[in-house]
């Protein structure tokens, strides 16, 4: 069975750093790409980043690179999305995501993403 | 960066009525690599569509997507109560990896 278990809710003062894990169980762990998607109260979804932990490559939208850092312990199935800087406007669920990987002539490509985690709700305030 | 925008914002319908959701691309997206999610209140998004027009599993055959280029569209014939959501389109393949449409409520009438 699937299954994305990610860590619990966080409260975090402006300008600290928070890290949400998400435990994936079903499937071998290295033979899947992770990604991280947020979501403001009430507004949209929005990609953050995402690693193919095999690989160790790690992909950043532009919004966060340099304030997000996304990295994988294969030995414990775990992935890790790490928000430094916290603002008020990082108040949002965390969502974890994946999809089996898929590599060919040495890229990797990104795909659908049919498993999700629960979300995790990180509160920022002063 | 490709921008998807979707419309309308808001569509409100019957159950049994038919649904026809758009997601326009800013520019057109190679090898069709588009999704359609479905999200319920505190919920994770569902994965329903990908590569446009295939269904994912133990998705509903009341859900078919297609179009190409920079025109997709998410149809849902027949609404049951349980279709009223927030539904999202996403690219997937080009730089940045994922976009996001903005999101369409389907709301009962």
């Known amino acids: 069975q699937v299954q994305l278990v990610q860590s619990g809710a966080e409260v975090k003062k402006t300008g600290s750093s928070v890290t949400v894990s998400c435990k994936a169980s079903?499937?071998?762990?290295?033979?899947?790409?992770f990604n991280w998607v947020r979501q403001a109260p009430g507004q949209g979804l929005e990609w953050m980043g995402g690693?193919?932990?095999?690989?160790?490559?790690?992909n950043y939208a532009r919004k966060f690179q340099g304030r997000v850092t996304i990295s994988a312990d294969k030995s414990s199935s775990l992935a890790y999305m790490e928000l430094s800087s916290l603002r008020s406007d990082d108040t949002a669920v965390y969502y974890c995501?994946?999809?089996?990987?898929?590599?060919?002539?040495?890229?990797?490509?990104?795909?659908?993403?049919?498993?999700w985690g629960q979300g995790t709700l990180v509160t920022v305030s002063s | 960066e490709i921008v998807l925008t979707q419309s309308p914002g808001t569509l409100s319908l019957s159950p049994g009525e038919r649904a026809s959701l758009f997601c326009r691309a800013s520019?057109?997206?190679?090898?069709?690599?588009l999704a359609w999610y479905q999200q319920k209140p505190g919920q994770a998004p569902r994965l329903l569509i990908y590569?446009?027009?295939s269904r994912a599993s133990g998705i509903s055959d009341r859900f078919r997507g297609s179009g190409s280029g920079t025109l997709f569209t998410l149809t849902i014939s027949r609404l049951e109560p349980e279709d009223f959501a927030v539904y999202y389109c996403?690219?997937?393949?080009?730089?940045?990896?994922?976009?996001f449409g903005q999101g369409t409520k389907l709301e009962i009438k």
């Open positions: 995501a994946r999809h089996p990987r898929y590599c060919s002539g040495g890229t990797c490509h990104s795909k659908q993403l049919p498993d």
């Open positions: 079903g499937g071998t762990f290295t033979t899947y790409a």
């Open positions: 690693i193919i932990p095999v690989f160790n490559i790690t």
């Open positions: 520019e057109s997206i190679s090898s069709s690599l």
């Open positions: 590569d446009t027009s």
């Open positions: 996403q690219q997937y393949g080009s730089s940045p990896l994922y976009t």
